[in-house]
């Protein structure tokens, strides 16, 4: 019942652009994303509500879908400082207060 | 600093011995979450209190885990005859519910790491 994120692993130039994936087996209420970097707690990005809407942070941008219970996390002209691993988290429809976050994926930009 | 505060940071253990940790959360935010990472692991998801409510508990969690979080204030998570699969971050985290709203952002404490040996 994880989410499960596509890719895993991404290794990127400065100034190339990143697609996150992240794919829900059940019907979500929102999606929240955050960044984590090697021994340092996750740090909240952006959160979407259900309704498709579409929110932007600077040059970080995501997307929910929630009829195909998916949601996108846009990077556009990565910088050095967007290293680290993805996750996406999720709360269902079924009134749990369950959090639950995305397999993660490992992004790594190159000067 | 105001931000989420754990204590110890890191924990090192013999098997079979007891463990607490503590979690101070931002001080007006009513709801609380404790999770457990592993290594390239997302977060696992815990427990959840609202104030001093404890909500949700994983079923993943065994009768060994307990937290508590009396006057709605800090928090505690005890780990009771530890086992070598314990070891891991234990991750406490934040958030300001608001009425009508699940889901908030949630603010991370820097965590706990255990080691049982």
């Known amino acids: 019942q994880q989410p499960v994120q596509s890719p895993q692993a991404v290794i990127l130039r400065e100034g190339e652009d990143a697609v996150i994936n992240c794919s829900s087996s059940k019907a979500l209420y929102s999606v929240h994303w955050y960044r984590q970097k090697h021994g340092e707690a996750p740090v909240f990005l952006m959160i979407?509500?259900?309704?498709?809407e579409q929110k932007g942070h600077e040059k970080i941008s995501a997307s929910f879908n929630e009829k195909k219970q998916q949601s996108s996390l846009y990077l556009t002209a990565s910088q050095l400082s967007y290293s680290g691993t993805y996750f996406c988290g999720t709360g269902t429809t079924s009134g749990t207060y369950k959090y639950i976050f995305g397999t993660g994926t490992r992004l790594k930009v190159l000067a | 600093d105001t931000g989420v505060s754990q204590d110890p940071r890191h924990k090192i253990t013999k098997r079979g011995q007891n463990v607490t940790f503590r979690c101070d959360p931002i001080?007006?935010?009513?709801?609380l979450y404790w999770y457990r990472q592993t290594l390239g692991q997302g977060p696992e998801f815990l427990t959840y209190f609202q104030n001093e409510a404890q909500l949700e508990k994983s079923r993943l969690l065994s009768d060994r885990f307990s937290a508590e979080r009396p006057k709605g204030s800090f928090s505690t998570l005890e780990i009771q005859r530890t086992e070598q699969g314990d070891s891991a971050m234990y991750l406490c985290?934040?958030?300001?519910?608001?009425?009508?709203?699940?889901?908030?952002?949630?603010?991370f404490g820097p965590g706990t790491r255990l080691t049982v040996l």
């Open positions: 979407l509500l259900k309704g498709g």
């Open positions: 001080s007006e935010h009513n709801r």
């Open positions: 985290a934040s958030s300001l519910g608001l009425a009508g709203f699940l889901y908030n952002e949630q603010f």
